[in-house]
T-cell receptor, first 116, second 116 residues
Framework: QQQVKQSPQSLIVQKGGIPIINCAYE??????FPWYQQFPGKGPALLIA?????SEKKEGRFTISFNKSAKQFSLHIMDSQPGDSATYFC???????????????FGQGTTLQVKP | KAGVTQTPRYLIKTRGQQVTLSCSPI?????VSWYQQTPGQGLQFLFE???????NKGNFPGRFSGRQFSNSRSEMNVSTLELGDSALYLC???????????????FGPGTRLTVL
């Protein structure tokens, strides 16, 4: 119940394409869903995050779609660029104040390659 | 503001030794979480500290421990190192208690530990 399942494991798109990465969760106590981007040799960097009370959130070229009933959320990268080539992680956590405070549960990651 | 800093960035140890890793959170952040990242297991939560108290712990053996100081800086210690402890150890800080956005975690660059 603590897992977050992420797919696909890897993704190759052409420049300008819209890669979509999907995540699914089981624990309905999760109420915070961030996406992180990680380049080789670096720590994960927060891209965008969403809570279950909204179905979509956009920040620049990054959009999260959230389906509470299906317990799924996805990341869309509009007009992808070669510089977006990185590993992307979805995550989930329970509301602060619960017994699992400060604990992010991560998906397994998606390696994205954007070809020029 | 300076980001999360971790020292050292790289470390090589041999089996049976112990190691201490250090993390300085973003100024004003009082919550520090630690994660282990490996190719096989992905990103896994180790523990979280807030106001010098461990509030949450992941499923790791007792060889993994940590502490937090009054200035919010944190250290983690791994005793009796095993080959499987080779990983990237990431520290993340969070502005808990400061404003509505308290779940966001900002990661440092990590410490790459190699156990020979």
């Amino acid at each position: 119940q603590q897992q977050v399942k992420q797919s696909p494991q890897s993704l190759i798109v052409q420049k300008g394409g819209i890669p979509i990465i999907n995540c699914a969760y089981e624990n309905t106590a999760f109420d915070y869903f961030p996406w992180y981007q990680q380049f080789p040799g670096k720590g994960p960097a927060l891209l965008i995050a969403i809570r279950p009370d909204v179905s979509e959130k956009k920040e620049g070229r990054f959009t999260i779609s959230f389906n509470k009933s299906a317990k799924q959320f996805s990341l869309h990268i509009m007009d992808s660029q070669p510089g977006d080539s990185a590993t992307y992680f979805c995550a989930a956590s329970r509301k602060r104040g619960s017994s699992n405070t400060g604990k992010l549960i991560f998906g397994q990651g998606t390696t994205l390659q954007v070809k020029p | 503001k300076a980001g999360v800093t971790q020292t050292p960035r790289y470390l090589i140890k041999t089996r049976g030794q112990q190691v201490t890793l250090s993390c300085s959170p973003i100024s004003g952040h009082r919550s520090v979480s630690w994660y282990q990242q490996t190719p096989g297991q992905g990103l896994q939560f180790l523990f979280e500290y807030f106001s010098e108290t461990q509030r949450n712990k992941g499923n790791f053996p007792g060889r993994f421990s940590g502490r937090q100081f009054s200035n919010s800086r944190s250290e983690m210690n791994v005793s009796t190192l095993e080959l499987g402890d080779s990983a990237l150890y990431l520290c993340a800080s969070s502005p808990v208690g400061r404003g509505p956005v308290t779940d966001t975690q900002y990661f440092g660059p990590g410490t790459r530990l190699t156990v020979l």
